[in-house]
């Protein structure tokens, strides 16, 4: 992989330690590491878990059949157990890429910030403090649970990730603060603005008519992002329209036979589990397609931001961008299809998120490159 | 920074911060306190039916398909305010790159920034009013401006990178 030189300007837009370049990397491990746990979380636990779900679901009809309201308590604290297990699964997994997406989203409006350098350093550390505690709270909920809690319904695993959930929105509010000096022409703003230096190599938030024109690996990701984005609001649109109602319908109804079944036909109990489970994983295919076409759109989007600090050559670049890309569209297109042609599906599903997770961190090793090589250059200027 | 770039970051940074609030908010007083009615209630349908009290299984039932409803929306409403909040600062920090008009650019980031707010708040008054249609209107107003503002946007990045565009 061969490199190109480093421009000044470059190093003036990404300093060493600075809040830009924190979050920067901050925000793609958090991506990273959030995608990661989502695939682990699809292979090992989510077909298991709604498997488990099922047979106690099966177990508590078995129970009505019988007439014993105890063992369907006993089926439902299994139930409940099982359906926190994966809700807070699926939080942690949704949270910390979600963090991720903001921490770049504030990187790109470092320049206009007007708080001084150390002020931003410590909100880029408090934010990344936040978007990490966040989800391993939210992950250890259901292993803490009530343990040593003063709180009837909170236990402490709650109050971690609400309490980094907090530092979150207050680093968010200090940054609107900074925007809003910058925009009201605070005097910190120009002096902020005069540290970095002039406007920041591809920080759009600084474009000026004398920046390079976008390379081809920003337009692809840019606009590849955003019909992307489109694709999940249309097909988010079809979903509310022809299946949201007609599910949450259907769903009353399977219940309603489950029971009347236990009550007066057992044998047809099991086959109504069945129906109630095929409608769960029906619904969150369609929701995880929605939302996974969506969110890699945002993705593509941010990391044409990044591009020009990926130091590595052209044609790599564009290997991890059409890489990212085509993992975008694979993955909720084959999510969606998991239904309807099986678990071979629901595995090139699984493929296309490890493509955009290889893209990442390709992505991140030429980012990691291109801060070495500009602290490199700045240690041999006088 | 041109205006409709201020509509667009401005606007999604407070969007963003009020999905928090709203979310924070809805994690300490309401989200356990709705998830032990939805288990509970569906457990009393169960509870009721294996003690061969059918009517109080069905009114269970019924509690549980509303409970949900309920919940499913107030979830949806945290994820998507936050999510085009998050969309509407990117591309407030891209917009340069759409090859529109200034005054284009404005309305395309106006009608974005109305549509983030208006369609999730039509879905929350769904589980005000169950059935309302001025909700389900607010709903697919809300969602029809996004999409559109998403289409003129990807076409704007388009005419970008066509010969001749901007």
């Known amino acids: 992989m061969a490199t190109k030189a480093v421009s000044s300007p470059m190093i003036a837009g990404f300093p060493a330690m600075s809040a830009q370049r924190l979050l920067v990397f901050g925000g793609v491990a958090l991506i990273a590491g959030g995608m990661i746990f989502g695939e682990i979380f699809a292979v090992f636990v989510l077909h298991q878990n709604g498997g488990k779900t099922g047979e106690a679901l099966l177990a508590a009809t078995k129970a009505v059949t019988a007439q014993n309201p105890e063992a369907v308590k006993q089926a439902f604290v299994s139930i409940g157990g099982l359906l926190e297990d994966r809700g807070t699964k699926v939080d942690t997994h949704v949270h910390m890429t979600d963090a991720g997406y903001l921490a770049l989203l504030l990187a790109l409006v470092q320049s206009s910030v007007a708080l001084s350098a150390p002020r931003k350093r410590f909100l880029a550390k408090l934010f990344l403090l936040g978007g990490t505690l966040l989800p391993i709270g939210i992950f250890l909920i259901h292993y803490v649970g009530l343990a040593y809690s003063p709180f009837p319904v909170i236990g402490w695993a709650s109050i971690l990730a609400d309490s980094a959930g907090a530092l979150l929105i207050v680093v968010l509010t200090a940054e609107v603060w900074g925007l809003w000096r910058h925009f009201r022409g605070q005097p910190e703003a120009v002096a902020s603005m005069s540290h970095v230096g002039t406007a920041a190599a591809g920080c759009p938030a600084e474009r000026s008519s004398a920046d390079p024109a976008p390379t ?3 337009r692809a990701l840019l606009g590849g992002g955003t019909v992307l984005v489109l694709l999940g609001f249309l097909y988010g649109a079809w979903y509310a329209g022809k299946n949201l109602y007609e599910q949450e319908a259907r769903e009353r ?9 236990a009550v007066k036909t057992p044998d047809l109990s099991g086959q109504f589990v069945n129906s109630y489970g095929m409608l769960a994983a029906e619904r969150a295919v369609q929701i995880a397609a929605h ?5 890699f759109g945002l993705l ?30 694979i993955l909720p297109v084959f999510v ?9 599906a629901g595995g090139i599903a699984d493929v296309g998120g490890l493509l955009v997770v290889i893209a990442l961190i390709g992505m991140l090793a030429g980012m990691l490159r291109y801060s070495g090589s500009v602290d490199a250059l700045r240690g041999a200027q006088p | 920074m041109s205006r409709d770039r201020k509509v667009l970051i401005f606007g999604g940074l407070a969007l963003a911060a009020f999905g928090m609030f709203y979310g924070l908010h809805y994690a300490l007083f309401v989200e356990h306190q709705t998830l032990d009615q939805l288990g509970g209630s569906l457990a009393t349908a169960f509870v009721s039916a294996a003690e061969r009290k059918l009517p109080e299984s069905r009114a269970a039932l019924d509690r549980y398909a509303a409970i949900r409803y309920d919940y499913v929306r107030q979830v949806d409403v945290h994820s998507h305010w936050i999510g085009l909040a998050m969309l509407m600062i990117v591309f407030g920090a891209a917009f340069d790159r759409v090859a529109f008009s200034g005054s284009i650019k404005f309305w ?8 983030a707010i208006v369609f999730p708040l039509g879905v929350i008054l769904q589980s005000v009013s169950h059935g309302s249609a001025l909700a389900s209107a607010l709903a697919i107003l809300g969602s029809g401006l996004v999409i559109m503002a998403l289409a003129a946007t990807a076409l704007g990045f388009a005419r970008q990178g066509a010969p001749g565009g901007a």
Do not use: C, P
Not at chain 1, 253 to 261: E, H
């Open chain 1, 300 to 329: 593509a989007m941010l990391l044409s931001f990044v591009q020009r600090y990926v130091f590595l050559n052209a044609v790599w670049k564009r290997r991890w961008v059409v890489l990212l890309l085509l993992g975008s569209l």
């Open chain 2, 108 to 115: 395309i980031a106006l009608a974005l920034t109305i549509g």
């Open chain 1, 216 to 218: 081809w690996e920003e």
């Open chain 1, 336 to 344: 969606w299809l998991e239904l309807k042609v099986g678990l071979v």
């Open chain 1, 291 to 295: 939302s996974h076409i969506i969110e």
């Open chain 1, 253 to 261: 109804n399977i219940l309603s036979f489950m029971l009347d079944a």
